[in-house]
């Protein structure tokens, strides 16, 4: 089968498009047929040595994919061949095929492409998580979306408002700002023309906001928390930025507030009822018409390490996706 596959810690351009020999399932897996692998921005690290975990070359990026079932272990009893799936993995998705764990693995809707499918687990799992379980969001609160029409901003930004709450969009352009619009935010900010932390201000009457949303880091983080309401919630997501902020940690005395770490993929190993209620609520969201991903385009498995570069030069508006079929 074809993959991208990473010998090396580096850059997009280190890595090769090559055959390589098929994976085999074990007996409590599935191996699938890719048809779509969204790009996502811990891609771009783990080919880099910068993720939380290191797998062993060599290996493919990718952990969101949508396809076929082509093989099921032994111990597999709901799922057979020629199913229709969406899976998380760790890595291995930017590839023609890819072993799926059972209980990471689950029914593709009807009506919903492949290229939709593999856009979905991730971003929306992350962003219900951090909303839901991390921060108690309740209706009528007001949420802060620091990089809201990113790959998991623009979803924050929907079940924010799914949920009842207030939304501040935050992001580094017009056009962004544009499409958090559509996306249904109440206010937006263009963080490098404006202060972040005097418009929030302003916006809120001098309150601040409940949570703050924050995949970005660097030194937007701190400018956030000076902008926190009383008991205030900051979410973690990660550091697209690229820099881990260093926070005066008084700022979290001073407002009675409280810096929340959210980590999807722990979350689905160690909770894992937990997350299928989770992800059993988003996609009959998706079904009701509730949520729609936003593809900003689309690449061949030849040309994943354009699609690579493109996140990490934050070219991205929503998702962007890897389908099989071009």
Same mark, same amino acid.
């Given at each position: 089968?074809? %993959?991208?596959? !990473?010998? +090396?810690?580096?850059?997009?351009?280190?890595?090769?498009?090559?055959?390589?020999?098929?994976?085999?399932?074990?007996?409590?897996?599935?191996? =699938? #047929?890719?048809?779509? !692998?969204?790009?996502?921005?811990?891609?771009? $690290? =783990?080919?880099?040595?910068?993720?939380?975990?290191?797998?062993?070359?060599?290996? &493919?990026?990718?952990?969101?994919?949508?396809?076929?079932? @082509?093989?099921?272990?032994?111990?597999?009893?709901?799922?057979?061949?020629?199913?229709?799936?969406?899976?998380?993995?760790?890595?291995?998705?930017?590839?023609?095929?890819?072993?799926? +764990?059972?209980?990471?693995?689950?029914?593709?809707?009807?009506?919903?492409?492949?290229?939709?499918?593999?856009?979905?687990?991730?971003?929306? /799992? #992350?962003?219900?998580?951090?909303?839901?379980?991390?921060?108690?969001?309740? @209706?009528?609160? #007001?949420?802060?979306?620091?990089?809201?029409? /990113?790959?998991?901003?623009? #979803?924050?930004?929907?079940?924010?408002?799914?949920?009842?709450?207030?939304? =501040?969009?935050?992001?580094?352009?017009?056009?962004?700002?544009?499409? !958090?619009?559509?996306?249904?935010?109440?206010?937006?900010?263009?963080?490098?023309?404006?202060?972040?932390?005097?418009?929030?201000?302003?916006?809120?009457? /001098?309150?601040?906001?409940?949570?703050?949303?924050?995949?970005?880091?660097?030194?937007?983080?701190?400018? %956030?928390?000076?902008?926190?309401?009383?008991?205030?919630?900051?979410?973690?997501?990660?550091?697209?930025?690229?820099?881990?902020?260093?926070?005066?940690?008084? $700022?979290? $005395?001073?407002?009675?507030?409280? =810096?929340?770490?959210?980590?999807?993929?722990?979350?689905?190993?160690?909770?894992?009822?937990? &997350?299928?209620?989770?992800?059993?609520?988003? $996609?009959?969201?998706?079904?009701?018409?509730?949520?729609?991903?936003?593809?900003?385009?689309?690449?061949?498995?030849?040309?994943?390490?354009?699609?690579?570069?493109?996140?990490?030069?934050?070219?991205?508006?929503?998702?962007?996706?890897?389908?099989?079929?071009?």
């Amino acid at each position: 089968m074809k %993959a991208i596959v !990473c010998s +090396k810690f580096g850059t997009p351009d280190t890595l090769r498009y090559k055959e390589i020999e098929n994976p085999l399932p074990n007996k409590c897996e599935v191996l =699938i #047929t890719v048809k779509a !692998c969204s790009v996502n921005f811990p891609d771009t $690290l =783990i080919i880099q040595g910068k993720y939380q975990f290191r797998p062993e070359f060599p290996f &493919s990026p990718g952990s969101d994919v949508a396809g076929i079932v @082509e093989k099921v272990g032994e111990n597999v009893k709901h799922f057979n061949v020629g199913d229709e799936v969406v899976g998380f993995i760790p890595f291995g998705g930017f590839a023609e095929k890819a072993i799926v +764990k059972v209980k990471d693995c689950f029914p593709k809707p009807k009506g919903m492409s492949m290229v939709n499918a593999s856009a979905f687990l991730l971003a929306y /799992g #992350t962003s219900y998580h951090a909303l839901k379980d991390r921060a108690k969001l309740k @209706e009528g609160e #007001t949420v802060l979306i620091l990089g809201a029409s /990113g790959g998991v901003g623009l #979803t924050a930004l929907e079940l924010a408002k799914l949920m009842g709450a207030k939304v =501040i969009a935050a992001a580094s352009t017009q056009d962004k700002l544009d499409l !958090c619009k559509q996306y249904g935010a109440d206010e937006v900010i263009n963080y490098t023309e404006e202060s972040l932390k005097d418009k929030v201000k302003e916006l809120t009457n /001098g309150k601040g906001v409940d949570v703050i949303y924050d995949p970005v880091g660097g030194h937007f983080s701190e400018l %956030a928390l000076r902008a926190i309401a009383w008991k205030g919630r900051h979410l973690v997501i990660g550091f697209a930025n690229g820099e881990i902020p260093k926070i005066p940690i008084n $700022l979290t $005395l001073l407002k009675g507030a409280s =810096i929340v770490g959210v980590f999807w993929g722990a979350f689905v190993q160690k909770e894992s009822k937990k &997350s299928l209620k989770n992800i059993q609520q988003l $996609l009959t969201w998706f079904v009701k018409g509730d949520l729609k991903p936003h593809i900003d385009r689309t690449y061949s498995l030849e040309n994943a390490l354009k699609a690579l570069e493109d996140m990490m030069q934050r070219r991205v508006k929503g998702k962007i996706v890897i389908d099989m079929e071009l």
